[in-house]
């Protein structure tokens, strides 16, 4: 079976055992070409990071976290009706698109999103980041000549540049965020060639599997507190201020320090982080996208070479 497959059948045992209103449009088995198939590992990556607790702060099939407008069939709903969208994202880098084209196809995607959720927006973030990403894939597969990039690379070098000078939203609260303390943000993250998903979240991924082989879902969890503790999350900045970053990472860090999922009582460690989290209606929204791309990247290098990190 190979590795968009796999992730699609752990995907779809997970989710049956918890009852989750689950809906899949694409499947990576099944799908014959390779937009489909980038498009069903991209559904499955935001699976994965919704069915992972506890995740401080967040949604999750276990609770909803810090949200009163959203759970877990809100995203999942929303996960289904974008997932087509990734597939156009990865054909249109196939086909050397430029950013005007891949910002129409978000557009739509986010429409899509809005439609899916009754307005909530549970995805925006993950459109951006993750369909840059299945744009990169489609280019990569497409052109040998970038075939040694990694994916993070190859959106540097193809839209960065387009990515910085294109339109924001100021009425976001990401955007408001950025503007008022001084962070980078997304479109930052993205133009730079994706550091926190190559030096954070794949690594800590990778340094997951070794402290606890076997359990995915606890090495999901160690790469979502890995990528709090290291970014500058703007949903944690306009949710808390600098003063609700700082706890965060703080005590993201802190639990990384005495092991992370290598800690005997990591679980419990883990829910008393995520009710502090609560209990502050911190929400770092950020870190779950880092996390569904650092999934979907590892997932597609993971059998070879991922090439120089990009810095």
């Known amino acids: ?71 877990a069939a809100t995203f999942l709903r929303s ?42 927006n549970t995805h925006r973030g993950a459109i951006f980041g993750l369909g840059l990403l299945c744009a990169a894939a489609g280019a990569r597969e497409a052109a040998s000549a970038v075939c040694g990039e990694t994916l993070g690379a190859i959106v540097a070098r193809r839209w960065g540049a387009d990515i910085l000078a294109g339109p924001r939203l100021c009425a976001s609260h990401g ?45 999901r969890v160690h790469a979502c507190l890995a990528l709090i503790a290291a970014t500058d999350d703007t949903n944690l900045l306009h949710r808390g201020g600098r003063d609700g970053l700082e706890f965060a990472q703080a005590i993201a860090r802190a639990f990384l320090e005495r092991g992370g999922i290598a800690q005997a009582d990591w679980l419990s460690a883990a829910a008393t982080i995520h009710t502090a989290f609560v209990a502050r209606r911190l929400s770092p929204g950020g870190a ?24």
């Open 288 to 311: 779950a996208d880092l996390l569904a791309m650092s999934l979907f990247v590892d997932r597609l290098d993971r059998e070879g070479d991922i090439g120089e990190l990009p810095r």
């Open 1 to 71: 079976m190979n590795a968009l497959a796999q992730t699609s059948t752990v995907v779809v045992s997970t989710l049956r055992g918890i009852g989750a209103d689950f809906r899949r449009p694409l499947d990576a088995g099944t799908c014959d070409n390779f937009p489909q198939r980038i498009a069903a590992l991209a559904q499955d990556c935001l699976y994965l990071e919704i069915t992972t607790w506890p995740k401080p702060g967040l949604v999750s099939h276990v609770d909803n976290g810090s949200h009163d407008d959203m759970d």
């Open 79 to 120: 996960a289904a009706a974008i997932a087509p969208y990734f597939a156009e994202l990865a054909d249109a880098g196939a086909c050397d698109a430029a950013m005007p084209t891949l910002r129409r196809i978000g557009l739509r995607a986010e429409i899509a999103m809005l439609r899916a959720t009754g307005g909530v």
């Open 175 to 219: 955007e408001r965020a950025r503007q008022r303390f001084g962070v980078g943000g997304a479109r930052v993250e993205a133009a730079r060639g994706f550091p926190s998903v190559y030096h954070v979240g794949i690594r800590a991924l990778r340094d997951a599997r070794r402290l606890a082989p076997g359990d995915a879902e606890a090495q």
